[in-house]
Each structure stands twice: as structure tokens, then as C-alpha cells.
């Protein structure tokens, strides 16, 4: 599954009055302009040029990639919070624009949201800015004579400006932060301890049998605690609705002092027929749906179960809701085998063949930390120094 940034601004000049808007797509993989859009749309506020720009910019993303997940981008608090669900739309001249936008993608989980400081959206502003002077010479925006990209700041894979020094600096995507973006939300990510399924390796997703821990898997949650206890970092605790997972939880929340929040996001994929079966089993019985399974972050499990690409859609949603509500806390999130590698495979902008090639033993830890400014950095993966 590709990911694409969406960076999108609009602008009036006289709130209302002469306005325009600028949207660029962005390869989150590359930091690689894909698309740029830009229009002079007349007399507006700075509200509808916001929204106009949003849905240019999920167009087109939508033309290079239907099936994307995709990220957006912007200063307006508004337009963001309006988008994510968290604040209501009352203004009549929004309300037609928000449905517009939503039609965009199909599918609500492919789109996430983000806002950010105005000086790192400099190249959607300068395209809008663009716009607006084109339309006041009485012309259009043209892709041709437009220097949006050269000034663009904070984008991945684009020039920044060091504060001390002057000197100009790449960021790309996975790259920490700078200290003065303040402490970010760090997810400690804790995989279950071992059911009986888990040895025999077995399909164990949220659509089977819900196995608990076995005794093996209990002693590893309680190393997993002492761990975490040592370390004296974590503020809260969020777990997976399935047994294994909150019995997981249950033993470090007894060890800090903590409640556990379960959160539906963090349950594991849906295996559908293949749950309980190995892969030699699921090979033998279901040869033609596997290998799709292997070639395809799209192919389903037979039987309805869920794909990796809907998986990482999910996760993106959940890590998203869980980045806004924690931000500079360090947070354990006690989780499962698929969502923690799509978690890893996200901050590292990996592809999806990825979650193949990642060993994530039981009761492991790893963990993830991400910055105001969007950019994420793996610290630690698959440590199982605890239960040695």
C-alpha cells in the first residue's frame, strides 16, 4: 500500500475577498513531490479556500492512488479538527465542502489528519499565494511558472533552515526531532505473553477462538512488569480488548499502580478461516488465497478476514487518536504481533513486504516516539533481554 502527505493551504485576501488555494502531494516514502495543485476561486473566506485546497489535494492523491493511505497536513486548526470528527461543523458554507472532502476516499480510515505550524505548510502557502496573484493579473495558476517547491520548509526531504547557524539541513521522513519540538509521545509497545497457540504458530488474530495466556505466557507478562517497573517511565496503559492482551496489561498495571484503557484499535488482525491453522495447514488447504495473501497487502484471509492494508489503515487511526491524547507522555501500549510491526513499519516508511521480514518474539518490548512535527523514531525493537 502507498502513502502519500497531503499538504494543502488556502487564503483570502480581505476574509472575504480574493482567494486561492495550493495542494501538493508528497511520497512518504521519498519525500518525492507526486502532484501539485493550485486555484484562483474568487471572492471567498479563508475558511472555503482552506477546505477548497483540502479536497484538490485528496483528489489528487486519489488520481495516483485510490487504495493510498493517506496523510494530511495543515495550519488550519479548523479544517483538521472539523476533518478528524473532534469538532462539530456548524457554518453552512462548510458543511458542503467537509462532505465533499469525506467523499474523496471511500473508505474513512485511508485519510488522517495532522495539524501544523504555518512555517512548515510553506509550500502549499506559496502555491496558494501563486494562485491568488494569477488571479489578480486575471489568469490562472500555472504549474509551469511556479516556484512553490524551492521555498517549501519541513517538508520531507526538503530544505530547513538550522535556527543557530543558518546552514541548511535535509529532514526526511523517520528522522527525530529536533530538541525544541519538545518531548514527544513515546509508545512503548508490548507484545502478549504466549497462549498455547503461540509455539505451534498458529494463526491467533481477533476473529478465533480468544485463547488466554498460558502459564508460560503468564510468567513472561510478570518478567515483562518487573521490566517495566525498573524502568520507571510509564504514565498509562492501553490495551487490546482480547484475553491475552489484558492479561498482559493486568500484570504490569498491578506492578505501577495503574488502570488499564482497553482501545478496539490495538486488537490484532482478523485471520478469518485461517485462524487456529498453521501455515503449512492454510498452505494446503487455501494455496491459491495464501500466495495472494504473501504477494498482496490487499488480499483478505479466506473468509472475510481482514487485510494488511486495512490493518495499517486502522493502525494509522488509532496511532493517530493515541499521539493527539498523549503527547510528551510515555505510554505502554500492550498489543499483538500485526499491529506492533505495522506500527514499526509506519515510522520507518517501509513497505509493506516489510511485516515479513521482522521476528516479534512474545512478551517482547520495542518502542516508538513520535514528534510535533510528525517525523517518528524507532528506539528500540524486539527486546527480550527481560525474560533471560
Known amino acids: 500500500m502507498r502513502e502519500f502527505i497531503v499538504e494543502a493551504d488556502g487564503g483570502s485576501r480581505g476574509n472575504p475577498g480574493p482567494a486561492g488555494y495550493g495542494s501538493v502531494v508528497i511520497d512518504a516514502a521519498t519525500g518525492e513531490t507526486l502532484a501539485e495543485a493550485a486555484e484562483y476561486i474568487g471572492v471567498a473566506t479563508n475558511n472555503v479556500a482552506e477546505y ?39 457554518h453552512p458554507d462548510m458543511k458542503p465542502l467537509a462532505a465533499e472532502a469525506a467523499r474523496v476516499f471511500p473508505d474513512a480510515g485511508q485519510v488522517t489528519y495532522e495539524w501544523i505550524p504555518r512555517e512548515r505548510n510553506k509550500h502549499a502557502d506559496r502555491l496558494a499565494n501563486e494562485a491568488m496573484d494569477a488571479g489578480k493579473r486575471g489568469e490562472q495558476w500555472s504549474a509551469s511558472t511556479s516556484t512553490a517547491e524551492l521555498d517549501a520548509s519541513l517538508t520531507p526531504a526538503a530544505t530547513a533552515s538550522d535556527a543557530d547557524t543558518g546552514a541548511a539541513t535535509k529532514v526526511s521522513v523517520g528522522w527525530s526531532a529536533p530538541a525544541d519540538l519538545g518531548p514527544p509521545a513515546t509508545f512503548v509497545l508490548l507484545r502478549h505473553g504466549e497462549t498455547l497457540l503461540t509455539p505451534q504458530k498458529r494463526f491467533s488474530g481477533s476473529g478465533g477462538t480468544d485463547p488466554s495466556l498460558s502459564d508460560v ?172
Do not use: C
Open 217 to 388: 505466557g503468564l510468567d513472561q507478562a510478570e518478567r515483562a512488569a518487573a521490566s517495566l517497573a525498573e524502568r520507571g517511565t510509564i504514565e498509562a496503559i492501553i490495551a487490546s480488548p482480547l484475553t491475552r492482551t489484558r492479561q498482559t496489561a493486568a500484570a504490569v498495571a498491578t506492578r505501577l499502580g495503574l488502570d488499564v484503557t482497553i482501545d478496539d484499535g490495538l486488537r490484532e488482525t482478523d485471520f478469518g478461516a485461517w485462524e487456529g491453522l498453521t501455515f503449512g495447514e492454510v498452505r494446503e488447504r487455501y494455496p491459491d488465497d495464501m500466495n495472494a495473501w504473501l504477494t498482496s497487502p490487499k488480499a483478505e484471509p479466506t473468509g472475510g478476514g481482514e487485510s494488511f492494508a486495512a490493518t495499517a489503515r486502522r493502525m494509522a487511526v488509532t496511532r493517530d487518536k493515541l499521539i493527539a491524547a498523549h503527547a510528551g507522555r510515555t505510554v505502554l501500549l500492550v498489543t499483538h504481533v500485526t499491529p506492533i510491526k505495522t506500527l514499526i513499519r509506519l515510522a520507518l516508511g517501509a513497505p509493506p513486504e516489510s511485516l515479513f521480514r521482522m521476528e516479534l518474539s512474545a512478551a517482547s518490548l520495542s518502542a516508538v516516539a513520535y514528534y510535533a512535527d510528525g517525523n517518528a523514531s524507532v528506539r528500540l525493537f524486539n527486546d527480550t533481554s527481560h525474560l533471560r
Open 52 to 90: 477548497r485546497g483540502l479536497v484538490a489535494g485528496l483528489r489528487a492523491a486519489r488520481e495516483l492512488d485510490p487504495a493510498a493511505a493517506v496523510h494530511v497536513r495543515m495550519d488550519s486548526k479548523l479544517v483538521v479538527e472539523q476533518m478528524s470528527g473532534r469538532w462539530k461543523i456548524k
